[in-house]
Nanobody, 119 residues
């Protein structure tokens, strides 16, 4: 069982920045991949950014050039640096990690952190 603890959400003005953190209870190297998702009421959870165990990153088109996902292996922590924030970025952001054992994928989620972009 992997536990994920998120932090860093809050209220920010349009054009501002926030950094989200996701601390894993296990070594990042035991994880197949980690990522950030977001969800607004009435909509499905959507992928924002992901980083593989090998360090490859991928982003949703709506955040390319504004958000950066990176990790600190020594701290078992994955970050999401969010710049040039827009009101439409307002959502609950969730950290996700997965492991694969004997051909079965196990998904883990954090509790979510609210990001509100408003003037």
């Amino acid at each position: 069982q992997v536990q994920l603890a998120e932090s860093g959400g809050g209220l920010v003005q349009p054009g501002g920045s926030l950094r989200l953190s996701c601390a894993a209870s296990t070594s990042i190297f035991t994880l197949n991949g980690t990522g950030w998702y977001r969800q607004v009421p009435g909509k499905e959870r959507e992928l924002v950014a992901g980083i593989s165990s090998g360090g490859s990153t991928h982003y949703a088109d709506f955040v390319k050039g504004r958000f950066t996902i990176f990790r600190d292996n020594a701290k078992n922590t994955v970050y999401l640096q969010m710049n040039s924030l827009k009101p439409e970025d307002t959502a609950v952001y969730y950290c996700n990690a997965d492991q694969i054992f004997a051909g079965t994928r196990y998904d883990y989620w954090g509790q979510g952190t609210q990001v509100t972009v408003s003037s």
